[in-house]
């Protein structure tokens, strides 16, 4: 049992794919689809008339425990020499062992089909998205060691050592999400819009362990004593319908506009053809609230038990009853479950955006996760970013500098380059093009199909008619009589 504590935190870090927040594209004003994710009232008076995702995707790399370090290639150069199947010049894995918990990210995003309209001042979307999250926290510098060095690492054997809130959790599951967001309240220069997405979460699969206290000592290459322990771990194998829950997300904004908006009425001839520019816009959402429960699941927990390993070296665990088996035949004190519970990986985040002229934006986006340290909660890394930007309709470029779990000794930077409906990204290209040692990498992608105008603003009435010069017919009447 103690070798899988290790053994599961390293695992899981050499799996370290996560998607963050693709800041060089959610904060655009042309990105609906997108923008949702982060804050549900952003397609509130969206500047698209609609918009229709036909797919995307975005990985992202990132620990703060190994890196990938070489000092004659760089990343690219790495991966170019391999394809052409020459050898490796000299990347290795180093440790990083600054005094501070260790903690490492997995999340692959697949985005399916998704669908903004805007319907005056209301709009809806909806959207579809399988997911696969694993969060890795509270690692201590000893624990970081043992994971990097090996169970036997000299300097700190014999050593006794007293962690808490140690967790390695992952989890994937597809989702259905419903939006919703209005424009509430307009008067003189300001606007204000709220939103909320409910979501439904099929679960796939599920696993994580956690320690709220541990307590123990690696004696020598051999022996290893739990003098206390209190957690719990489970397992459900990966299955269509493995678990199911909803989740939700919500959020404010206010734009400051460049014009008076009393009478503002998006995508509506009389006086909403041209969007409603801004001179700042302040946004505060709350993402990613909701769990999933794992009904027929290997699962177990344990409190303040001990065990003794003569040779720690012979404990294998090829699957999830092994682990199982392990901790029951091991602790003196445990609790078997056949049910998991995994959260969603909750934040609060906050977004500002400034116009610095026409077409030339600057945004500010800050995401604080808040999940607890104990509990089966995932988590997602804080994130700070800044992001200059130049938007118009058919073309955006982005340059996100962005600062991962306040690690400001490794700041990233990124690139975005929208061209009509193809979006290309990545928050971090330095890794590719520099040789800094490479603690993550990040790219992502979308298609979609774009309707700027809607059929009012396009002389459409009933009927297929189209607006004919000097025709009579009259135009929606924005305030009655």
């Known amino acids: 049992m103690f070798r899988l504590l290790p053994l599961a935190v390293a695992c899981l870090l050499h799996a370290a794919v996560q998607a963050q927040e693709q800041f060089g594209v959610v904060n655009g004003n042309y990105d609906p689809t997108d923008a949702v994710m982060l804050n549900p009232a952003r397609i509130a008076g969206q500047w698209p008339y609609a918009q229709v995702r036909a797919m995307g995707a975005h990985l992202f790399v990132w620990n703060d425990l190994v890196a990938m370090t070489g000092s004659e290639h760089t990343l690219a150069g790495e991966i170019q020499a391999g394809i052409k199947g020459a050898p490796s010049v000299g990347l290795g894995v180093r440790g990083s062992f600054h005094p501070d918990d260790k903690e490492g ?153 460049l014009e008076e908006c009393e009478r503002y009425l998006p995508h509506q001839a009389s006086t909403g053809c041209d969007p409603m520019g801004y001179r700042y816009r302040i946004g505060m959402s709350l993402i990613d609230l909701g769990r999933i429960k794992y009904g027929n699941a290997v699962a177990g927990s344990f409190s303040d038990a001990q065990a003794g390993f003569s040779d720690y070296t012979a404990v294998d665990v090829p699957d999830a009853g092994a682990a199982d088996s392990l901790f029951s035949g091991s602790l003196d004190r445990w609790t078997d479950r056949t049910e998991l519970l995994i959260g969603t990986p909750t934040a609060l985040s906050l977004q500002a955006d400034l116009r610095v002229v026409d077409k030339v934006y600057v945004a500010l986006d800050a995401v604080q996760q808040i999940s607890g340290a104990k509990g089966t909660r995932l988590r997602r890394p804080n994130s700070i970013a800044l992001v200059p930007r130049v938007e118009m309709k058919r073309f955006a470029a982005a340059i996100p500098v962005v600062l991962t779990d306040d690690d400001a000794r490794h700041p990233s930077v990124g690139i975005m380059l929208r061209m009509n409906d193809l979006v290309i990204g990545s928050d971090n290209v330095l890794p590719f093009f520099t040789r800094r040692d490479v603690r993550g990498a990040d790219i992502y992608l979308a298609l979609r199909w774009t309707i700027f105008r809607s059929p009012y603003c396009r002389g459409k009435r009933k009927g297929r008619k189209h607006l004919q010069p000097g025709s009579m017919e009259a135009l929606p009447c924005l305030i009655p009589e």
């Not at 979307?125 to 994971?147: E, K, N, Q």
């Not at 990097?148 to 999400?177: C, F, M, T």
């Not at 051999?222 to 957690?231: C, L, N, P, S, V």
């Not at 909803?246 to 959020?251: I, P």
């Open 105 to 257: 990210f997995v999340q692959v995003d697949l985005n399916g089909p998704a669908a903004s309209v805007a319907l005056g001042k209301g709009t809806i979307a909806a959207g579809i998205r399988a997911r696969s999250c694993t969060s890795i926290s509270g690692v201590p510098t000893h624990l970081g060691r043992f994971i990097y060095e090996g169970l036997n690492y000299g300097p700190q054997l014999g050593i006794r050592y007293h962690d808490q809130a140690v967790k390695a959790l992952s989890a994937g599951w597809a989702q259905i999400d419903l939006s919703y967001a209005r424009i509430l309240h307009q008067e003189d220069f300001g606007m204000w819009s709220a939103g909320a997405t409910v979501r439904y979460l099929q679960g796939i699969y599920g696993a994580g362990v956690q320690f709220d206290v541990l307590d123990y000592t690696v004696i020598d290459s051999m022996r290893a004593d739990i003098h206390e322990a209190t957690g719990s771990y489970g397992y459900a194998a990966p299955a269509l319908g493995a678990g199911q829950g909803w989740g939700a997300d919500l959020g404010v904004t206010y734009e400051r506009t």
